[in-house]
T-cell receptor, first 116, second 114 residues
Protein backbone atom coordinates (compact mmCIF):
# COMPACT_ATOMS: atom_id res chain seq x y z
CA UNK A 1 0.00 0.00 0.00
CA UNK A 2 1.11 3.53 -0.66
CA UNK A 3 2.05 5.90 2.13
CA UNK A 4 3.16 9.51 2.27
CA UNK A 5 5.54 11.08 4.80
CA UNK A 6 5.85 14.77 5.45
CA UNK A 7 8.89 15.46 7.54
CA UNK A 8 7.93 18.73 9.17
CA UNK A 9 4.89 19.13 11.34
CA UNK A 10 5.14 22.89 11.78
CA UNK A 11 7.40 25.36 9.98
CA UNK A 12 7.72 28.98 11.05
CA UNK A 13 9.28 31.50 8.68
CA UNK A 14 9.57 35.22 8.30
CA UNK A 15 8.25 36.92 5.20
CA UNK A 16 10.62 36.75 2.22
CA UNK A 17 12.30 33.61 3.54
CA UNK A 18 12.61 30.63 1.22
CA UNK A 19 10.48 27.57 1.80
CA UNK A 20 11.04 23.89 1.22
CA UNK A 21 8.61 21.29 2.55
CA UNK A 22 9.64 17.68 2.33
CA UNK A 23 7.49 14.86 1.03
CA UNK A 24 8.41 11.21 0.51
CA UNK A 25 6.17 8.43 -0.67
CA UNK A 26 6.46 4.69 -0.64
CA UNK A 27 5.39 2.94 -3.81
CA UNK A 28 7.57 1.39 -6.46
CA UNK A 29 5.31 1.87 -9.45
CA UNK A 30 3.97 4.79 -11.42
CA UNK A 31 2.56 7.57 -9.28
CA UNK A 32 0.68 10.80 -9.65
CA UNK A 33 1.75 13.40 -7.09
CA UNK A 34 -0.05 16.39 -5.66
CA UNK A 35 0.31 19.24 -3.22
CA UNK A 36 -2.85 20.63 -1.69
CA UNK A 37 -3.17 23.69 0.51
CA UNK A 38 -5.71 24.37 3.25
CA UNK A 39 -6.00 27.98 4.35
CA UNK A 40 -7.35 28.54 7.86
CA UNK A 41 -11.01 27.59 8.03
CA UNK A 42 -11.21 26.60 4.39
CA UNK A 43 -11.31 23.42 2.34
CA UNK A 44 -8.37 21.86 0.54
CA UNK A 45 -7.37 23.30 -2.80
CA UNK A 46 -4.96 21.96 -5.39
CA UNK A 47 -1.62 23.78 -5.46
CA UNK A 48 0.10 21.72 -8.13
CA UNK A 49 0.29 18.23 -9.57
CA UNK A 50 2.67 15.93 -11.37
CA UNK A 51 1.51 13.20 -13.72
CA UNK A 52 4.43 12.83 -16.16
CA UNK A 53 6.96 14.83 -18.14
CA UNK A 54 9.12 17.60 -16.71
CA UNK A 55 9.82 16.67 -13.08
CA UNK A 56 9.86 20.33 -12.09
CA UNK A 57 6.26 21.40 -11.75
CA UNK A 58 5.07 24.96 -11.32
CA UNK A 59 1.84 25.68 -9.50
CA UNK A 60 -0.19 28.64 -8.39
CA UNK A 61 1.06 31.52 -6.25
CA UNK A 62 4.72 30.97 -7.09
CA UNK A 63 4.96 27.46 -5.72
CA UNK A 64 6.89 24.70 -7.43
CA UNK A 65 7.75 21.10 -6.69
CA UNK A 66 10.37 18.70 -7.98
CA UNK A 67 9.77 15.01 -8.49
CA UNK A 68 12.91 12.98 -7.84
CA UNK A 69 12.04 9.41 -8.68
CA UNK A 70 15.24 7.90 -7.26
CA UNK A 71 14.51 9.48 -3.90
CA UNK A 72 10.74 8.90 -3.97
CA UNK A 73 10.41 12.58 -3.17
CA UNK A 74 8.22 15.46 -4.24
CA UNK A 75 9.36 18.49 -2.24
CA UNK A 76 7.48 21.77 -2.37
CA UNK A 77 9.39 25.04 -2.72
CA UNK A 78 8.80 28.76 -2.85
CA UNK A 79 11.65 31.28 -3.12
CA UNK A 80 10.01 33.98 -1.01
CA UNK A 81 7.01 33.37 1.24
CA UNK A 82 4.33 35.89 2.14
CA UNK A 83 2.15 36.20 5.22
CA UNK A 84 -0.78 35.02 3.08
CA UNK A 85 0.96 31.68 2.57
CA UNK A 86 0.16 30.78 6.17
CA UNK A 87 -1.75 27.52 5.76
CA UNK A 88 -1.46 23.77 6.05
CA UNK A 89 0.14 21.95 3.13
CA UNK A 90 -0.62 18.36 2.22
CA UNK A 91 1.33 16.09 -0.07
CA UNK A 92 -0.68 13.33 -1.73
CA UNK A 93 0.00 10.35 -3.97
CA UNK A 94 -2.11 8.23 -6.25
CA UNK A 95 -1.05 5.01 -7.94
CA UNK A 96 -3.05 4.98 -11.18
CA UNK A 97 -2.06 1.42 -12.04
CA UNK A 98 -2.18 0.12 -8.52
CA UNK A 99 -4.89 -1.94 -6.98
CA UNK A 100 -7.00 1.01 -5.93
CA UNK A 101 -6.78 3.43 -8.80
CA UNK A 102 -9.12 6.03 -7.48
CA UNK A 103 -7.50 6.39 -4.11
CA UNK A 104 -5.53 9.49 -3.15
CA UNK A 105 -3.38 9.04 -0.06
CA UNK A 106 -2.50 12.17 1.92
CA UNK A 107 0.40 12.91 4.20
CA UNK A 108 -0.34 14.26 7.66
CA UNK A 109 0.29 17.81 6.56
CA UNK A 110 2.76 20.57 7.41
CA UNK A 111 1.56 23.76 9.03
CA UNK A 112 3.32 26.84 7.72
CA UNK A 113 3.23 30.01 9.78
CA UNK A 114 4.68 33.11 8.16
CA UNK A 115 5.51 36.00 10.45
CA UNK A 116 4.91 39.45 8.96
CA UNK B 1 -19.93 26.52 -11.54
CA UNK B 2 -21.08 25.08 -8.25
CA UNK B 3 -18.44 23.16 -6.39
CA UNK B 4 -18.90 20.21 -4.08
CA UNK B 5 -21.71 21.03 -1.69
CA UNK B 6 -21.83 19.58 1.80
CA UNK B 7 -24.39 19.88 4.54
CA UNK B 8 -24.61 20.58 7.36
CA UNK B 9 -21.56 22.81 7.81
CA UNK B 10 -21.69 22.34 11.57
CA UNK B 11 -23.38 19.68 13.64
CA UNK B 12 -23.39 19.35 17.40
CA UNK B 13 -25.05 16.26 18.76
CA UNK B 14 -25.08 14.07 21.81
CA UNK B 15 -23.49 10.68 22.11
CA UNK B 16 -25.75 7.95 20.84
CA UNK B 17 -27.58 10.08 18.31
CA UNK B 18 -27.63 9.35 14.60
CA UNK B 19 -25.73 11.74 12.35
CA UNK B 20 -26.20 12.07 8.61
CA UNK B 21 -23.83 14.09 6.49
CA UNK B 22 -24.71 14.94 2.91
CA UNK B 23 -22.73 15.64 -0.21
CA UNK B 24 -23.51 16.77 -3.73
CA UNK B 25 -20.55 16.23 -6.05
CA UNK B 26 -19.69 18.33 -9.06
CA UNK B 27 -21.88 17.40 -11.98
CA UNK B 28 -20.15 14.98 -14.33
CA UNK B 29 -17.63 13.74 -11.80
CA UNK B 30 -17.60 9.97 -11.50
CA UNK B 31 -15.55 9.59 -8.32
CA UNK B 32 -16.72 10.60 -4.87
CA UNK B 33 -14.65 10.43 -1.70
CA UNK B 34 -15.37 10.82 1.99
CA UNK B 35 -12.43 11.93 4.17
CA UNK B 36 -12.20 12.60 7.88
CA UNK B 37 -9.77 15.17 9.28
CA UNK B 38 -8.61 15.22 12.90
CA UNK B 39 -5.66 16.79 14.64
CA UNK B 40 -4.31 13.42 15.65
CA UNK B 41 -4.66 11.49 12.41
CA UNK B 42 -4.76 14.14 9.71
CA UNK B 43 -6.77 13.33 6.59
CA UNK B 44 -8.07 9.78 6.44
CA UNK B 45 -9.91 8.29 3.50
CA UNK B 46 -13.07 6.61 4.72
CA UNK B 47 -14.63 5.37 1.50
CA UNK B 48 -14.81 6.19 -2.16
CA UNK B 49 -17.27 5.52 -4.96
CA UNK B 50 -16.87 5.20 -8.69
CA UNK B 51 -20.03 5.62 -10.74
CA UNK B 52 -22.08 5.34 -7.54
CA UNK B 53 -20.53 1.99 -6.61
CA UNK B 54 -18.44 1.73 -3.42
CA UNK B 55 -14.94 0.71 -4.43
CA UNK B 56 -12.96 0.79 -1.20
CA UNK B 57 -14.48 1.12 2.24
CA UNK B 58 -11.51 -0.20 4.17
CA UNK B 59 -11.10 3.16 5.87
CA UNK B 60 -14.53 3.11 7.47
CA UNK B 61 -13.74 2.88 11.20
CA UNK B 62 -16.41 0.42 12.22
CA UNK B 63 -19.92 -0.75 11.61
CA UNK B 64 -21.34 2.41 13.10
CA UNK B 65 -20.30 4.17 9.89
CA UNK B 66 -22.12 3.65 6.60
CA UNK B 67 -22.11 5.50 3.29
CA UNK B 68 -24.43 5.42 0.34
CA UNK B 69 -24.57 6.94 -3.10
CA UNK B 70 -28.06 6.36 -4.48
CA UNK B 71 -27.39 8.42 -7.60
CA UNK B 72 -24.65 10.42 -9.30
CA UNK B 73 -25.57 13.65 -7.58
CA UNK B 74 -25.95 12.65 -3.95
CA UNK B 75 -24.12 10.77 -1.22
CA UNK B 76 -24.60 10.35 2.50
CA UNK B 77 -22.32 9.37 5.35
CA UNK B 78 -24.18 8.11 8.39
CA UNK B 79 -22.90 7.49 11.90
CA UNK B 80 -25.19 5.51 14.18
CA UNK B 81 -24.76 5.66 17.10
CA UNK B 82 -22.33 8.56 17.29
CA UNK B 83 -19.54 8.73 19.88
CA UNK B 84 -17.34 11.62 21.09
CA UNK B 85 -14.34 10.18 19.25
CA UNK B 86 -16.20 10.71 15.99
CA UNK B 87 -15.79 14.46 16.41
CA UNK B 88 -13.92 15.67 13.33
CA UNK B 89 -14.30 17.55 10.09
CA UNK B 90 -15.71 15.35 7.37
CA UNK B 91 -14.84 16.30 3.82
CA UNK B 92 -16.48 15.13 0.66
CA UNK B 93 -14.55 15.38 -2.60
CA UNK B 94 -15.20 14.48 -6.19
CA UNK B 95 -13.09 13.98 -9.26
CA UNK B 96 -13.41 13.14 -12.91
CA UNK B 97 -11.73 10.35 -14.72
CA UNK B 98 -9.64 7.34 -13.96
CA UNK B 99 -6.68 7.45 -11.65
CA UNK B 100 -7.97 10.16 -9.30
CA UNK B 101 -7.02 13.32 -11.05
CA UNK B 102 -7.47 16.54 -9.13
CA UNK B 103 -9.88 16.22 -6.22
CA UNK B 104 -12.35 19.00 -5.62
CA UNK B 105 -13.24 19.31 -1.96
CA UNK B 106 -16.33 20.60 -0.28
CA UNK B 107 -16.23 23.03 2.63
CA UNK B 108 -16.50 20.18 5.11
CA UNK B 109 -18.93 19.27 7.87
CA UNK B 110 -17.62 19.92 11.37
CA UNK B 111 -19.10 17.33 13.72
CA UNK B 112 -18.99 17.63 17.48
CA UNK B 113 -20.32 14.76 19.53
CA UNK B 114 -20.81 15.60 23.19
Amino acid sequence: AQSVSQHNHHVILSEAASLELGCNYSYGGTVNLFWYVQYPGQHLQLLLKYFSGDPLVKGIKGFEAEFIKSKFSFNLRKPSVQWSDTAEYFCAVNAPYGGSQGNLIFGKGTKLSVKP
Amino acid sequence: DAGVIQSPRHEVTEMGQEVTLRCKPISGHDYLFWYRQTMMRGLELLIYFNNNVPIDDSGMPEDRFSAKMPNASFSTLKIQPSEPRDSAVYFCASSSGWGAGELFFGEGSRLTVL
